[in-house]
């Protein structure tokens, strides 16, 4: 069963300590997540704060069509495109400007253990938005390519393709910094 669903009704029959479980669980794949949307990890803890605030206050339904982490993913992608319309007028800075904070050196240290996989994330950050999305979701965060396509609202079939198109425009701008990742 998914511990996060069971956790999710556990939290609607009024167990509040269920809802400092999800946040546990998955409140640092959330923020690197809709990361790939604002380019700002500060914004991005923000959002996903937000995520969990919609969770607590609106109770929103978890129909099962899905797994948990899927459901909670869309939550966080339409909340982050609400964030970025609302702010569109505000110019953000550039995310090199945040590598240096102990939070975001912290969640990376958390998911990204050695230095391939940092150089890898930072080469991300240089790609399009869908194609860092679809990288992260499917290689970082373990989804296939059907939950990957719900999160992204597209089909199964744009999702391949993003996901080749992707993959070569990461190799490409890896080898342009001298780096060669095996996984590719």
């Given at each position: 069963m ?21 946040i ?7 923020v690197l ?11 991005a ?12 206050v ?16 869309s ?6 495109i609400?964030y ?5 007028k ?15 050196e ?15 994330h ?63």
């Amino acid at each position: 069963m998914d511990n996060g669903a069971s956790s999710y009704r556990r939290f609607l029959k009024g167990d509040k300590n269920a809802l400092a479980d999800i946040i546990r669980e998955y409140r640092d794949g959330l923020v690197l997540y809709v990361g790939s949307f604002t380019d700002n990890i500060c914004t991005a803890e923000e959002i996903a704060e937000e995520v969990f605030i919609k969770l607590y206050v609106n109770k929103p339904k978890f129909s099962g069509k899905s797994s948990f982490k899927t459901w909670l993913y869309s939550i966080g992608r339409f909340t982050a495109i609400d964030y970025i319309r609302k702010n569109k007028k505000f110019t953000s800075s550039s995310v090199d400007e945040f590598y240096s904070l102990a939070d975001n050196e912290e969640i990376e240290n958390n998911y990204i253990k050695n230095e391939q996989k940092i150089m890898l994330h930072k080469t991300m950050q240089k790609l399009k938005t869908d194609y860092r999305q679809v990288l992260y979701l499917i290689y970082f965060e373990g989804f296939d390519t059907s939950q990957t396509a719900k999160i992204m609202h597209k089909t199964n079939r744009q999702i391949t393709y993003l996901l080749y198109r992707a993959k070569q425009s990461l190799k490409s701008e890896l080898e342009r910094d001298g780096f060669t990742y095996e996984e590719l």
